[in-house]
């Protein structure tokens, strides 16, 4: 069974829907312009442009529309992935937060049983960076109450008190572990066919510092970047981190009564300079990653 995805334009799109109009689905599904099936292979066209083919042809019927983007070319590594992925039961693993100069570092671990893969794709779970943050928010929710998960906050006050002991992709080893961890109490004793991470480090590096943690998670682990192509899984894990990092900036910026910028730009600098002259680092520490360049050319802004 192959996954493949090719991007494409509108134009495109609408006459690959008239070349499948006998192979069309009546179900609708969130954000596409259509889903057909053809012998075997299912086509899903997604509004962002993406095109996805699933099933035992799917490399030869997406050949038909440009060069694919096949899963399992993307990623060396994709070829140490158990076989027919996307359909198994996973436990997918996520982070947001870590590129961001304000806000909480936020991990997420969330079970997909086979079962509900269908359920997913009618929610329209998919790779986060496609989706507006008011459609996260409100797809976070709905998830929450169908999926198992283990959310983890790391507030930027944690953050700098651990960062000097804990580099950021060991911090971000230790959260991945202890959410996959408690997840796995939580759905026991049923286990995953496989876990997969978002890969963030190479398998090796996370090897060695995951050999520091209590709990450490080995069996069945596999890695592979951008994740949320793989398995809904971490598509979903992908949401709700998405969505708890979002919460936390607008509490934060509640708080101080004026909006903190995600992402570490200009922006970020100008607003760390008013928090300082509101109340100096005891203050910024509270809401921003000291350690990123940004804290100092705040300092400067300020003369």
Same mark, same amino acid.
């Given at each position: 069974?192959?996954?493949?995805?090719?991007?494409?334009? !509108?134009?495109?799109?609408? $006459?690959?829907?008239? *070349?499948?109009? @006998?192979?069309?689905?009546?179900? %609708? +599904?969130?954000? !596409?312009?259509?889903?057909? $099936?053809?012998?075997? *292979?299912?086509? @899903?066209?997604?509004?962002?442009? %993406? +095109?996805?083919?699933?099933?035992?042809?799917?490399?030869?019927?997406?050949?038909?529309?440009?060069?694919a983007q096949s899963a399992a070319k993307k990623n060396s590594k994709s070829t140490d992935l158990p076989p027919d992925l996307p359909h198994l039961s996973v436990l997918g693993s996520d982070e947001v937060g870590n590129g961001s100069y304000f806000g909480p570092l936020t991990v997420c671990a969330a079970y997909v049983d086979k079962t509900k893969l269908d359920l997913l794709k009618q929610l329209g779970v998919r790779d986060s960076k496609e989706m507006k943050d008011p459609q996260i928010v409100q797809l976070a929710k709905i998830l929450k109450e169908t999926i198992p998960y283990q959310l983890l906050v790391l507030s930027p006050k944690k953050y700098n008190e651990i960062q000097p002991k804990y580099n950021a992709v060991r911090m971000k080893v230790a959260l991945h572990n202890q959410a996959i961890h408690l997840l796995l109490q939580k759905i026991a004793p049923t286990k995953p066919d496989a876990i997969l991470i978002d890969q963030f480090t190479p398998e090796a590096n996370f090897k060695k510092y995951v050999q520091s943690e209590k709990n450490q998670i080995q069996e069945k682990l596999y890695f592979v970047t951008k994740g949320?192509?793989?398995?809904?899984?971490?598509?979903?894990?992908?949401?709700?981190?998405?969505?708890?990092?979002?919460?936390?900036?607008?509490?934060?910026?509640?708080?101080?009564?004026?909006?903190?910028?995600?992402?570490?730009?200009?922006?970020?600098?100008?607003?760390?300079?008013?928090?300082?002259?509101k109340g100096g680092l005891p203050l910024l520490e509270n809401y921003a990653k000291l350690h990123f360049a940004n804290t100092e050319k705040a300092k400067r802004l300020m003369g």
């Open positions: 069974m192959s996954n493949v995805i090719i991007k494409t334009t !509108t134009k495109q799109i609408e $006459k690959m829907k008239q *070349t499948y109009s @006998t192979f069309l689905l009546p179900k %609708k +599904v969130p954000y !596409t312009s259509f889903v057909a $099936k053809k012998n075997g *292979t299912t086509i @899903t066209a997604y509004t962002s442009g %993406k +095109v996805m083919f699933q099933g035992t042809n799917a490399e030869k019927e997406a050949g038909r529309w440009g060069e949320e192509q793989y398995h809904l899984a971490v598509a979903a894990a992908s949401i709700i981190s998405r969505a708890s990092f979002l919460e936390e900036l607008d509490k934060a910026s509640a708080e101080l009564g004026f909006t903190l910028p995600s992402g570490a730009g200009t922006k970020s600098d100008h607003v760390a300079a008013k928090i300082l002259q």
